[in-house]
């Protein structure tokens, strides 16, 4: 490596997209630099999966560039591990190989934005900063689409991308005559259904497990360190996208809100880490899977494709761009005022609620839970209990395998909490345990009775649910998806109500030992 350059490039560990505009030629006086910091590893506590995920294909995507005949420079934790921060480390390369000009790609995140706003203004040589390349929409597109809104409604944000770049279009129409297939991809699984074959990797990042150890770095989550099953590279991403699409895509709609105790992944294809990490682009996966359906109609459904094509380029867009329309006031947004601590089962698993127990244990297990899992079981649990949000994204941000704010703070502190007052989502998402019931084989184990909605072994998730409507009726009681909820409330005896919340109000009491 040459000790002269005038370029400083830096990629930061989610701009793992060799298709960047930056590769298509060699500018040798362009230095391109990595690195694994330890301020990325300790503002929340990460999975180990996600962390070990993160560097082995950040290393993996260093040694393609340079493959490539490009110059980078890639330090481990044990180069950085002494340095403070970033700019630290990057004001000791500027003054070593001499540079005249710093370049990078703006973050997806808005606290390394700023960070990296900052420490340009600090410089006394050139800098430019370069869109990313990843995403359809523009950064701030959804802010001026729903100019001089206060809610934006993700349905019309999909329909305009799907017309921008004519996915699943004929004749200026929804394909189908419907945009949405959403009421058609809500099955339980069969009693019967086996778990679904999955396409596993046997990487070995046992090197990363123990440079963690010898820097005691904390993590929480398990892991198997030398049959790592998660795409660690852009080959190994696009062996999953396409055994998703041959195995998986013709009943992913059908079961996305399926959840079973026993298979972690049933129809999901696990492409997230791989999206959001850059390892593939969104207009790629949709394309392949759309192409798939067009050669496969007689098995694929229109509301099989549909549906994986709206979490791709429909929420996954409209998420980011509500994050950076909202931001830096989003994540301080606490609607509801909950204060309460996160229970220490959701670092353990350790709980009676047996949807529960198996939806933290498959995350501790995997770094992994779907939407639903997210959505109606952890979430569901957190917001009926008054978990405080802060809280809330600090779990979630640290221990899923995909969780970068952009996407994880929209969707906790916004979807699952409500936390924003409804700029996501139009009413929240609570359910009482009938929901998970139907949609899950967790109750029938379960050391809770789903029947009993209130007394001793009464499942939690039915009195807490009427302690939330109770508590919140002023905010609550005019939203019209509300509406039948508070109706039956008011329908129920007095006696009734009290028992219902005398229940709950204990179960808040012992809260860690449910």
């Known amino acids: 490596m040459k000790q002269r350059y005038k370029v400083l490039r830096l990629i930061l560990g989610d701009q793992l997209n060799a298709g960047h505009s930056w590769f298509r030629k060699i500018d040798h006086d362009a230095l391109y630099v990595m690195f694994e910091l330890k301020q990325e590893l300790t503002y929340v506590t990460h999975h180990v999966q996600k962390v070990c995920g993160f560097f082995q294909a950040m290393r993996e995507f260093s040694e393609t560039i340079q493959s490539r005949g490009h110059e980078i420079l890639y330090l481990t934790l044990d180069d950085t591990v002494h340095y403070e921060s970033l700019d630290q480390l990057l004001n000791q390369l500027l003054d070593k190989y001499h540079i005249r000009s710093f370049e990078y790609q703006m973050p997806d995140e808005y606290r390394l934005e700023t960070q990296l706003n900052d420490y340009c203004e600090s410089l006394a040589i050139s800098h430019k900063k370069y869109d990313s390349e ?13 100019q001089g809104k206060k809610k934006y409604l993700m349905e019309n944000f999909y329909r305009s991308i799907r017309r921008k770049c004519n996915l699943l279009m004929e004749h200026g129409a929804p394909v189908g005559g419907r945009w949405n297939f959403d009421s058609e991809n809500r099955k339980a699984l069969p009693k019967d259904h086996a778990p679904v074959k999955q396409m ?35 080959e190994q991403a696009g062996k999953l996208l396409d055994y998703f699409i041959e195995y998986q895509l013709h009943n992913f709609g059908r079961y996305q809100d399926a959840m079973t105790g026993n298979d972690p992944f049933i129809y999901h294809s696990r492409l997230s880490f791989c999206l959001n990490s850059k390892m593939l682009h969104p207009v790629d996966v949709v394309n392949a899977a759309i192409s798939k359906w067009q050669d496969n109609k007689e098995d694929i459904s229109i509301a099989q494709i549909e549906g994986f094509v709206r979490q791709i380029i429909g929420w996954r867009e409209y998420m980011r761009g509500v994050y950076w329309a909202n931001m830096p006031g989003y994540a301080g947004l606490n609607y509801f005022n909950h204060k309460r601590t996160l229970p220490d089962f959701f670092w353990t698993a350790e709980t009676r609620m047996n949807c529960m127990h198996h939806a933290i244990r498959q995350s501790l297990d995997h770094a992994y839970a779907h939407h ?11 917001l009926l209990a008054g978990i405080d949000p802060d809280a809330v994204d600090s779990w979630y941000l640290g221990i899923y395998m995909d969780a970068i704010e952009w996407v994880e703070i929209t969707n906790t502190r916004g979807m699952s909490q409500f936390a924003d007052g409804g700029i996501v989502a139009t009413k929240p998402y609570v359910s009482s345990g ?80 449910l």
């Open 200 to 234: 596993l990797f046997n990487n070995d990042v046992s090197d990363i497990v123990s440079m963690l150890a010898d820097h005691q770095i904390t993590t929480t989550g398990r892991i198997d360190a030398r049959e790592f099953i998660w795409p660690v590279n852009a």
């Open 434 to 513: 009938n929901y998970i019931n139907k949609m899950s084989d967790y109750c029938k184990n379960c050391h809770y009775q789903i029947k009993l909605k209130a007394g001793e072994g009464s499942c939690p998730f039915n009195s807490l649910y009427w302690h939330f409507i109770n508590r919140n009726k002023k905010r609550l009681e005019r939203n019209p998806r509300m509406a039948m909820a508070y109706r039956t409330w008011g329908k129920m005896t007095e006696q009734r109500r009290r028992d219902i919340l005398e229940t709950a109000d204990r179960y808040l009491r012992k809260l860690p030992g």
């Open 134 to 146: 990843h995403f359809i929409a523009r950064r701030y597109d959804l802010k001026e689409y729903f």
């Open 372 to 382: 639903i899992q997210r959505l109606m079981i952890t979430g569901n649990f957190m």
